[in-house]
């Protein structure tokens, strides 16, 4: 959900499911992209492998981090549709870390993105 709105950029379908870094962070690549008149036409192919890399607790604030392996065809087009970079046929593995937090005194029982790394 938050790939697919992050590459289409519409970030406001996530805002309640990302913190304010995040978001911003978001916000200016797709405020980049639009200023260079590019369009992004990704798909994610295939989730390899979602995994716990990591959890903590501070006081009643939780933290997760997962590391997603998946397959994602990529495409950027310009502002006639034509293809500037990437390709439909050529998935690339990708390796990120995503980093959630959750208050767990709240009765919200969603996780908020604060943060993501790529994994080298």
């Known amino acids: 959900m938050i790939l697919e709105a992050y590459w289409h950029g519409e970030l406001d379908k996530v805002r309640a499911h990302v913190d304010e870094n995040v ?12 200023k260079e008149g ?20 501070e006081h009643s604030v ?15 087009r310009n502002k006639d549709g034509e293809v500037v970079a990437g390709s439909m046929s050529d998935a690339v593995q990708t390796r990120d870390l995503w980093t959630f937090r959750r208050d767990t005194a709240s009765k919200d029982p969603n ?3 604060v943060e993501t790394d790529e994994e080298e």
């Open 38 to 57: 590019l369009k992004l036409d990704n798909r994610l192919v295939h989730i390899d492998q979602a995994v716990i890399s990591a959890a903590s607790l």
């Open 62 to 76: 939780a933290f997760v981090t997962v590391r997603f392996e998946a397959d994602i065809a990529a495409i950027t």
């Open 23 to 34: 978001y911003n962070a978001f916000n200016s690549a797709v405020e980049q992209r639009a």
């Open 111 to 113: 996780w908020l993105l």
